[in-house]
């Protein structure tokens, strides 16, 4: 499946300003980043002038431990800038039978995978250990019982924008019962990881998102493997497009901003052109692996 | 019926100390205190040495809105304060069929019952809004949607010593899926008033709880009076001494020390000695009536 | 001194809705309302056609325990609601030297007092004991001790609207740095309490506020009586008329809608018209009493 | 300097439990581990007959990242687990003068480093931006900045076992006021990154701690490397023999325990054989760097 994606970031620079941002898609064997343009710009002013600004330059790196790929841009006080992404993407998901897909038993859990049971910044697994035994401990481990950690999620929490902000956590989500996507995750994880199943936050392109914009999802480590949820439904998991992962949002951000600026715009967007129809919404398709792993 | 009731509790005065007890029945047409016997004494030292002690003078007051007795007793520092109370107590409580108890609108509510709808210390019945209209707003009004309440609550939350301190609220007990009596009745309460349903907490003599102590317990306003509850189904409603009430725990304390003591021991309970056979754990008798109301 | 006061606020009720106000002045021997002018009125659709509008029937009371002053108000679905308020007042409030203000030993402070030192939903006293020790344990008691703390909170809390919400706390406040004047007061309540000094929220007109708006500022029990703070320095004490008061905001609120209205405007206003010259922010005049303490 | 080091942990297992333990202490250019004995074993019912127990097997691997040293084993129920470790480390830190260590601006600052800027499940910087600045933000940048922000700990936080529990985090010990090392240190890291100086929790045997147990401080990014630092002062940094590190105690435990088993002791020792007089208390000895840090 080939994927077109992109976003055009706008930021007002009212003080000198280092950015870091995670919006390029990761490069694995199975999600390969076919051509890709990245242009950052600055205007003096707010950025109404017009006009095609000069280049400003930045480092790039990908992390060692996560593959996120990451832009470091510095701003000077007074200025727009205009970070402007494109990119196309083959993207060849893993598809599984869910019902083969087990629990791996915390001593067989391979070393770099223990860290994902940690309860991070907004994932508070350690306050939740009660609360998911009696919810799902009667429940056949494996993808299904994650599947079912999703349906709960989904039947009690209600998907909307305002209802969070940047510091809500997994519990305040489940007391408050609303949320937007990064929400639903953040408890997702949490409950995972109180069940003894490593789960971790993703950032991604979602084509079929409605309205477009970045979309967040989690990965659950099971029968050997990352195995990709989307508490919301709201986009078809085969044809996510990975940027970043982390324990939670606060280890995956799309922009960090170090200084004074403001956004004053963000377009997000992501297409497939080949391979797939994807209608709105979420679709069945079996147990899809995340893109970071092997072949 | 009548029921005898008592407790001795004992304090280790390290410093000057002043505390205020509410651990005598409130007296109203339906709860009569027949005798009663308040001994407070203090020893030198621990109290170790036995002896008959000094008696300790007090003051006494009942409150004008919850009708809650006090005592406030100053003890000397490096003195043993033995409180030692006794008292027997006709009850005749209302009782009725619940089928026709109904919710009062927030326009017919007595001026007097509006303080109960506002969220309290350990009551956050405004963080708890969506939540209790998703789990509770589709069930009848009345009585009812009050036991489906006390149902959820001890469906859902383990009694557990130790679960809780003093500083637990309603969402910390929601989310750690454990407490003890208190953290039952303050959870209940925070979902009543989130549907619009006053509610009160109201700690008691309970004979029949195993094993003896004071419990605690909640009344909410439907169909023009107050009616109690128990989350716990402990004891039963019946049978039920009212001590003190307030819109939670902070407001209706058994014991506030202020000053330097330790308790040193509490002895506590309750038994019907005329006119019922309280077998242990909860009856269904029907709807109760706080023994606050009038005949 | 006589001020003048009012306020005018309007609401879109989209479905039938239960308005519960507290706009206007407590009645009390040094503060006598010389005359009064309240009109409700609802004129269909949004309120945009102008006109009259048609009287809204209300009921009024007046609370026993805290002689707050409300109105119980049914609004219907699909009008615009309309509440304008107009009072002269005549304030003779107590000022003293604070130096003669001491506090009042736990052992004797009146009954009626004690449940002004437990925690409430918005100042949990309960929580800052140590922290509430270590900063004003050395200060000498009094007047001047409760001074301290408006300086404490004054110096380490921003003024900052937007800061806050309705269900923000003094912890939370004192971790966030920066609220508004209900927070202020919450804070500096919280830490009264945890000293075992009394202390209540008091909303007001506040003469002199920039912008005229309402204000909340906070009472503390002392030598017997209750005196006025505003750890927001943002208006004399001496010219404030007081509206309500309650444990925190919870008990104080201006407005409870229970159904579904829209605040679609709210002016307030208040003018000294006799006998002072309020300039802007605080006036240093003395300890003032509440107007509710008896002449 | 030599220091010999070791402890001896027991467990009761009831049911079938696995540990992961990270005690042995990390192996760095500047802390070699000399010679070294770990005996895990096992007896059946609770230990208490005494005997020598069985070998038990155990995974072992050093994490990437992190250089920390984990242990595996599985232990079966109705056994008595006991873990004896013995180490003598050469241990040589570099000391350096505290006046020439300067904050990195995040413009510079070396990829790997940013994750230590997140916040994270016990230390929510981002809660406290607006607090660390007014505190801080007035302090010359550098190692300097970093002590007043130890010292602000150690003058407000009361050193008070049993004040903390395995949940509590930073806001939290702010606001209680109270805490045990990982609660210093946990502040004082939240403290850091809402500095923007990258801060990490690290896990120690400290010689001349009393009563000897295992350990918890901080290391600061500053000048390109990492530095020690411990809010409690209660033992030389230069002594200091670095067991584990993470973001903060959720990624540095010393004991997972996964099952149900039941600690039943613990001994801790650390003292210096070779090359220093370690007193009791801490010892300014100039800034000290991380034996994680490369000669």
């Known amino acids: 499946m080939k994927i077109r994606l992109g976003c055009q970031l706008g930021y007002r620079i009212n003080g000198s300003t280092t950015l ?115 919810e799902f401990g009667a429940i056949a481990p494996g993808h299904g019982r994650v599947t079912a950690i999703c349906n709960w999620v989904n039947d009690r929490i209600a998907y909307l924008r305002g209802a969070s902000n940047p510091t809500t956590t997994a519990t305040e989500t489940l007391l408050a019962g609303a949320g937007v996507c990064r929400d639903f995750a953040h408890l997702s994880v949490a409950f995972c990881r109180a069940l003894g199943i490593p789960a971790r936050f993703v950032s991604a392109h979602a084509p079929g998102l409605v309205p477009p914009d970045f979309h967040a999802v989690f990965a659950a480590f099971l029968g050997g493997r990352w195995w990709l949820f989307d508490a919301t439904r709201q986009a078809p998991l085969d ?38 129809d994807v209608a709105h919404g979420a679709r069945t398709v079996g147990a899809v692996a995340d893109v970071a792993e092997a072949p």
């Open 239 to 276: 044809a996510l497009v990975r940027i970043g992962e982390g324990r939670d949002a606060a280890e995956a951000a799309f922009a960090e901003i170090n200084g004074d600026a403001v956004p004053t715009g963000m377009e997000v967007h992501a297409e497939v052109t080949e391979g797939l």
């Open 20 to 134: 870091v941002l995670n919006i390029q898609p990761a490069e694995t064997p199975r999600q390969r980043v076919l051509h890709e343009v990245l242009r950052i710009t600055a205007t003096d002013g707010d950025g109404s002038g017009g006009g095609e600004g000069q280049a400003v330059p930045y480092e790039s790196w990908t992390a060692a431990v996560t593959g996120n790929r990451y832009l470091r841009v510095r701003a000077a006080a007074g200025t727009a800038l205009l970070v402007h992404h494109e990119a196309e993407v083959l993207l060849e998901p893993q598809v599984a039978d869910p019902a083969g897909i087990n629990e791996v038993p915390y001593a067989e859990l391979p070393p770099e995978v223990l860290p994902h049971l940690w309860p991070s910044r907004f994932c508070e697994s350690d306050k939740l250990q009660r609360l998911a035994w009696r």
